[in-house]
């Protein structure tokens, strides 16, 4: 019986090495291959001209002031809310006159709080949103309209406007009460959840698009590594029991692929770590129940097919991002297979998903450049609130009408900030 084992691994082990040969043939210059249909459509749509936006001026304590104290806060992965609000400053869709506004947006930096290692805390963020809905309620007759059904806001932190890191505290706090109608923009995204409302954009974490274009290598580079991953299988200090981070997707990864040769996996993080990317064909994303983690983003950029390991998950502007046709999902439960899997998708269906990565387009949707750039991550924002146009004008409330309770949630909540 052990040799019909390793007589089987032998022959997957050779069945990859021809599907390796096939997708390296062309090594990264590969022809690009533009989306069909109503994806590739929405994917190179232009908002401008399809809404306005009035910026609500808050005291700089909410914003800007933050920032002077940590500039850490411009390069971590919830950084969107930050570059955001200055491409808001001056973009063409912003109106001085909200009068003619289609949306409003409240630039509150809820993620820039850092601990000594560069980690946001949220616990003061129900409290400081808190604040500024009461100052923009007070002080202009816009939210009283609607309660925030015409207003949009980042929350960009782990499980979004449920303000916290932990899940089950999450779950336990729920999306801040006043934030119930409006639109969030968020990274967080599972169906199915308590922390991701209806009608929530998912956007990609923030990735520093300069730091990746230093890292580019020649096209023409063979793509070596099969299956390539770099990064915490265990949270130790977290989770000693390693079950639970990432719902046990990486442990489950290393636990069965830490020998094998097809599998480029490691807890290092080496200063090659960019190039390696462009040199391997599929790139681990076990992401366990969120699309925080940048490795999504450095896939798309750098052609690397996106192995997705999340179930109930929803990715990234997904109404224009076609991520069925550029990666590979597999069912948290599968990883056991994953070798057998990856082994067995045909090298035309490898090349096809690379030719659309190589897709600029695809690229452009994920990054926050500065400045901006038309189909960025900023544009499909845009987009995506363009979609909800009009609103319904059962959002609108009639005079003295009130839906929110100020008073719910966490007593700690109704603290002043």
């Known amino acids: 019986m052990e040799i019909w084992k390793w007589v089987l691994f032998g022959i997957l082990f050779l069945s990859a090495f021809v599907v390796k040969i096939e997708a390296f043939k062309l090594g990264r210059s590969q022809p690009t291959e533009r989306i069909s249909g109503s994806a590739g459509d929405v994917l190179e749509d232009d908002p401008v001209g399809r809404l306005k936006v009035f ?5 700089s304590k909410y914003n800007k002031k933050i920032l002077q104290k940590d500039q850490r806060c411009l390069n971590h992965m919830f950084a969107a809310e930050i570059y955001m609000h200055r491409f808001l400053l001056s973009s063409p869709v912003r109106t001085l006159n909200p009068e ?5 947006y409240t630039p509150v930096y ?6 000594p290692n560069g980690l946001p805390l949220p616990f003061k963020s129900p409290r400081m949103m808190r604040s500024a809905i009461q100052l923009i309620s007070s002080n ?15 929350v960009p932190h782990d499980f979004g406007a449920c303000f916290h890191y932990q899940e089950e505290k999450a779950i ?5 009460p006043l934030l119930q109608r409006a639109t969030l923009v968020q990274t967080f995204g599972q169906r199915n959840h308590v922390c991701l409302k209806e009608g929530s954009i998912t956007i990609p974490p923030y990735a520093p698009p300069q730091k990746m274009q230093t890292h580019l ?4 580079t063979p793509r070596s590594i099969f299956v390539y991953f770099r990064g915490l299988f265990y949270d130790v200090g977290n989770d000693p029991e390693g079950g639970y981070y990432a719902r046990g997707a990486r442990a489950a990864v290393w636990e069965n692929f830490k020998d094998n040769p097809l599998f480029d ?8 770590y960019y190039e390696d990317m462009q040199r391997a064909v599929f790139c681990l994303c076990p992401l366990g129940w969120a699309p925080w983690s940048p490795r999504l983003v450095e896939a798309v950029i750098f052609g690397c097919i996106p192995v997705i390991i999340a179930d109930d998950i929803v990715l990234p502007f997904a109404d224009a991002i076609p991520w069925e046709e550029i990666g590979v999902f597999v069912d948290e439960k599968d990883v056991p297979n994953l070798d057998t899997i990856l082994t067995s998708i045909p090298p035309e269906v490898i090349l096809r998903k690379q030719r659309l990565l190589a897709n600029p387009s695809m690229k452009q949707a994920m990054l926050f450049p500065q400045p901006a750039q038309p189909g960025d991550a900023f544009h499909q924002v ?3 609130l363009a979609r909800k146009l009009p609103h319904d004008k059962s959002v609108y409330l009639k005079p003295g009408e009130r839906v929110l309770n100020w008073t719910a949630g966490p007593v700690g909540d109704l603290k002043p900030w």
């Open 55 to 59: 910026v609500y001026e808050l005291p």
């Open 100 to 104: 003619e506004a289609d949306w409003f």
């Open 110 to 115: 809820t993620t820039c709080d850092l601990t």
């Open 140 to 154: 202009w007759p816009y939210w009283n309209r609607t309660e925030g059904a015409d207003h949009f806001f980042l």
């Open 172 to 176: 336990e706090r729920g999306i801040l």
């Open 217 to 220: 290598i020649p096209e023409k």
């Open 265 to 272: 996996i490691s807890t290092e993080h080496p200063t090659t």
């Open 382 to 384: 845009l987009n995506g």
